[in-house]
């Protein structure tokens, strides 16, 4: 099972709205409503932002929104606060009963 | 609250066998299914395996099936994984998650133990 795709970094100024992309196949993202998105702060444990394409766990910022369109899901971050400085990774199940995660991608906070 | 506190890693030699165990506290343990993830230092999250609530199903990552067994007593709040034939490459920190709901997310996170497997 292959990776999910994310870009490597992505940056934002206080603020502003930032997006990151997470492309799998018709095998994972494509064939369930079962991503989620997780953000891990250095030498911290992840942590769940979002599952099932869009929901948020209760305590999560509403700042933080998913969404889904074919084999491609978003997270969006809007009003970007330095405390959002972090690692981001997706992750989805698969057709074969197992989780996929992407390669993560490193938000900066100008 | 969720609590999960892993134990059981070290330093093992290549060909070895180790026992991680996650005890489970804060939730109804019985209810939820529970998962492994691991991360190799400075580098992306893996999933490992996953065990059904009532440990009737388990599944595996096709780079650990057939070395590790995801087991859990329900009796005693915990969850193991044990691992045997290990690999230079499964040197990381392995975590213990809750899951949220089948294959929904994973909820909450342990703190993670650490397994080197060197010579």
């Known amino acids: 099972q292959s990776a999910l795709t994310q870009p490597a970094s992505v940056s934002g100024s206080p603020g502003q709205s930032i997006t990151i992309s997470c492309t799998g196949t018709s095998s994972d993202v494509g064939a369930y409503n079962y991503v989620s998105w997780y953000q891990q702060h250095p030498g911290k444990a992840p942590k769940l932002m979002i599952y099932d394409v869009s929901n948020r766990p209760s305590g999560v910022s509403n700042r933080f929104s998913g969404s889904k369109s074919g084999n491609t899901a978003s997270l969006t971050i809007s009003g970007l606060q330095a405390e959002d400085e972090a690692d981001y990774y997706c992750s989805s199940y698969t057709t074969s009963s197992t989780q996929v995660f992407g390669g993560g991608t490193q938000l900066t906070v100008l | 609250q969720v609590q999960l506190v892993e134990s059981g890693g070290g330093v093992v030699q290549p060909g070895g066998s180790l026992r991680l165990s996650c005890a489970a506290s804060g939730f109804t343990f019985t209810s939820y299914g529970m998962h492994w993830v691991r991360q190799v230092p400075g580098k992306g999250l893996e999933w490992v395996a996953f065990i059904r609530y009532d440990g009737s199903n388990r599944y595996y990552a096709d780079s650990v099936k057939g070395r590790f067994t995801i087991l859990r007593d329900n009796s005693k709040n915990t969850v193991h994984l044990q691992m045997n034939s290990l690999r230079a490459e499964d040197t990381a920190v392995y975590y213990c998650?809750?899951?949220?709901?089948?294959?929904?997310?994973?909820?909450?996170w342990g703190q993670g133990t650490l397994v080197i497997v060197s010579s």
């Open positions: 998650v809750k899951d949220v709901d089948f294959w929904s997310g994973l909820g909450n």
